[in-house]
Each structure stands twice: as C-alpha cells, then as structure tokens.
Nanobody, 124 residues
Framework: QVQLVESGGGLVQAGDSLSLSCAVSGRTFSGYTMGWFRQAPGKEREFVATIIRGSGSTYYADSAKGRFTISRDNAKSTVYLQMNRLKPEDTAVYYC?????????????????WGQGTQVTVSS
C-alpha cells in the first residue's frame, strides 16, 4: 500500500509564492511517476504537472508553465510543487498522485494512488 500526504497549502495573495510537498511511503518512491492535479469547486480534476520516474522529465499544463516547478527528492521520498506568481484562478484543492507509468499522462484516471489534497486559496 502506498500513502501520499500533501502539505504546504494555505491562503495567499495574488502574486505570492507557495510550495507544496507530498511525502510518499509504503513502496520504493523512485519507481513512481508523480503528478500534481487540482480541483476547483464545481470543476473536474485537472492536470498541473508531472515528473516521470527514471528520466526525471517534467511536463506542465499550459496554465502552470513558467510559474510552477515540479521536483522530486528520491532520498526523502517527496515530490514538490513550487508555485510562483499565483493567481486567483489557481485557487483549488491540490492533489498529489502516483503511478508506475513510465511516461507522461495528464489523465488523472491513469494515476492509481492519491493523497487527500491540500487547499490553496489565492485572494485578489
């Protein structure tokens, strides 16, 4: 069983930065492709960023490109999402996800394991 625990959410103002963390336990972290997704009220869960196991290649949603950075520390079994220049439209619950897929996917249905989510609220 794999457990994912997100942290770092909060209330910030537009233009501020926030860093999310996701600690993973239960299996060999390096064997998982990790993703960040978000879900705003009344909207479907959407892809934010992913970092591929092995290669470490990263992919971003257009809304995140140039502002967000995903990274991982295999020694700490943790994946991070650094979010800069936040906008009110970034307000959502942010979820960390993991799967053994060795390729890029923005489809949340591809990811087998999920954290409980952390709220990010950006005020204007």
């Amino acid at each position: 069983q794999v457990q994912l625990v997100e942290s770092g959410g909060g209330l910030v103002q537009a233009g501020d930065s926030l860093s999310l963390s996701c600690a993973v336990s239960g299996r060999t972290f390096s064997g998982y492709t990790m993703g960040w997704f978000r879900q705003a009220p009344g909207k479907e869960r959407e892809f934010v960023a992913t970092i591929i196991r092995g290669s470490g290649s990263t992919y971003y949603a257009d809304s995140a490109k140039g502002r967000f950075t995903i990274s991982r520390d295999n020694a700490k079994s943790t994946v991070y999402l650094q979010m800069n220049r936040l906008k009110p439209e970034d307000t959502a619950v942010y979820y960390c996800a993991a799967d053994t897929i060795p390729f890029y996917s923005s489809d949340f249905k591809r990811y087998h394991y999920w954290g409980q989510g952390t709220q990010v609220t950006v005020s204007s």
